[in-house]
Structures are given as C-alpha cells and as structure tokens.
C-alpha cells in the first residue's frame, strides 16, 4: 500500500531558529518517526532569491546550515528526502504553467504574501519572483503529489492557494493528475508562530531576535536574560502580567505536560507579585536547554563532516528530481504538450 506523502521546507536565509523548530521542524521529525509517511524536505533555495537576488552568498552559505539544523533536529536522510530546491529544474517549469492559471488581484490579496511585502517595505521595487512564489510553492507541492505539508498557522493561506490551483488544473485539463494537499498544524497554538525576544511579532535574523538552534549555552542565557517581559513589574514585589511577556509565552510553547503546574504556579505568583523576573528566566532557561542541548551537540558532530552533509544533499537531489520528472511529465500529456510522445 502506498504511504501517503509530505513535503515540507524552508528558505536558507540564516540558521534555523528556534521560530522554525517549534513552527514546523519538530513536528516534521515527529511525522518522519511514525513511520507512516513518504516525506520530501528541501532547501526553497530559489524562493529565498526572490529577495535576496543580489545577496545570493547569503543563500550559498546558509544550505549548509540549514542542513545542519535538519540533521541535528532529528531529521534522518534514511527516512526522508532532503533536497535543494534549485536543482530540480522541473520546479522551474511546473511554476509557468501554473502562472496562467493565477490573476495577479489574487495573488496581491494573499494575506501571507501581503504582510510579508508590507514587512520587507518593497513599495514599488517589489520583485516579481516575490509576489509569485505561492506559485512557486504550489509547484513545490504538487510535483511530488504531496497529501500533507506541515506548516505553521501562518502558512494557511499558501496551503489554499495550491488548493486552488490544483482544482484549476484538473479543471483546465480535464485530469486528476494534480493532488489536492491538506495543510499540518502545530496542535500548540502558541507554536504558531513564536514572537521574537524582544515582543516583536516576527522572530527574525534582521531583528536580531531570535534564538538559533546552533547557539551555544552562553548565547542562550544572554538572550534568555535579556528577554521581554513586564516593563511595569520594576519591582519584585510588584504584580505582574503574563499577557504579552515572553518568558510566559516561551514556557507555554517549551513547556511539556509535567512542567504545566510548575508553570500554571509561576503564573500565579508572578501575578500577585513576589516573583522576579530573573527568576522566571532562569526557569525558562533550564526548559529551554532540556530541549536544545542535545540538538546543538548533534549539530557539532555533524559538522565535523561537511562533505558527508552535501553528499547526503546530492543524493536526495537526485531523488526527488527522479519524482519531479515524472510528475512533469503526466502535466504536460494533460496540457496536450508532450509532442514527441
């Protein structure tokens, strides 16, 4: 019986941060060790280049490090696909045709793609390839005819663009050759979509607010302690809110079933008042290092062996193009395109 297939990725702009690990990294790992799936992960290196176009040594360093941060999270190359999205060139081609079936006033209303443009501040030199990679991501999904692609809350509205796109499709052409994907969500709210150190909405390299999963201990606990909490808790003594401090929202996300009294009993008395904050972040601390330590020492090992890592790349590039190929293949009967077959 055939299993059912995921595809999943990021774009490699930097390290991972703890951001991507809880939005989707954990969740993958999870998915790849129930066993039930056939799951593709790649490097959405070309999407990265929709806005980094004249910056691509930052992309050229980060899939190395992204990489990295898969196999230490737990991704494991004997279980999964992990591929570089520029080298399946069949991506490329799926994209123009999918462009046709796409207005520009849908794409404009997407409303991931409009926060992000409003974020990056493009106005009018906002890049083409930008504006158009849901198109992109579509592609991505649908040539290797994936079922699920777990994802962050935020992702959703990509999740019903390819929907869309694969109805328009089989429509067109009259085919079921496209599949229909379901998007996976963190079951953790709070994991939706984790804030920044600082409060800010996004975590993020350029806000420089974020915890990566190759910090090392000193790291975490200086951007631990210089977290955001309650400006108006000055006090010990002083109450305080739990309401947008990002020690409590953390311990929320970081937290497993056993801590959920401890924390609920922080809550409390943090509220009351009578509760530091240096105290609460050093809690948070522990929490946080029960779960990256052990990825940060994997993460090392791996590095010792960098040509091991794009070894493991190049076989899975060779993979899922072999799957590309074919998904393109049975697009192009549908259009009536294959001329010579």
Known sequence: MTKPIILTGD?????????????????????????????????????????HAKDPQTIVESIG???????????????????IQSQIPELAELSMYYMNLVSLARLERNP???????????????????LVYPISQAADITAFKANFVPVGHDQKPMIEQTR???????????????????????????AGRLPGLDGNAKMSKSL???????DDMDILQKKVMSMYTDPNH????????????????????FGRPEDAADIAAMKDHYQRGGLGDVKTKRYLLEILERELGPIRERRVEFAKDMGQVYQMLQEGCDKARQTAAQT??????????????
């Open 11 to 51: 774009r490699p702009t930097g390290k991972l941060h703890i951001g991507h690990y809880v939005g989707s990294l954990r969740n993958r790992v999870l998915l790849q060790d129930q066993g039930k799936y056939e799951m593709f992960v790649f490097l959405a290196d070309q999407q990265a280049l929709t806005d």
């Open 65 to 83: 490090n992204v990489a990295l941060d898969y196999l230490a999270a737990g991704l494991d190359p004997e279980k999964v696909t992990i591929f």
């Open 112 to 130: 991931t793609v409009k926060t992000e443009i409003a974020q990056k501040g493009f106005g009018e030199s906002l890049p083409t390839g930008f």
């Open 164 to 190: 869309e796109i694969v109805r328009s499709f089989n429509h067109a052409y009259q085919t079921d050759v496209l599949v229909e994907p379901e998007g996976i969500y963190p079951e953790n709210e709070a």
């Open 208 to 214: 420089n607010n974020g915890i990566y999963l190759a």
């Open 234 to 253: 000055i006090r010990v003594e002083d109450p305080g809110k739990v309401e947008g401090n990002m020690v409590f929202h953390y311990l929320d996300v």
């Open 328 to 341: 393109l293949s049975e697009v192009k009967s549908a259009m009536g395109i294959n001329y010579f077959k």
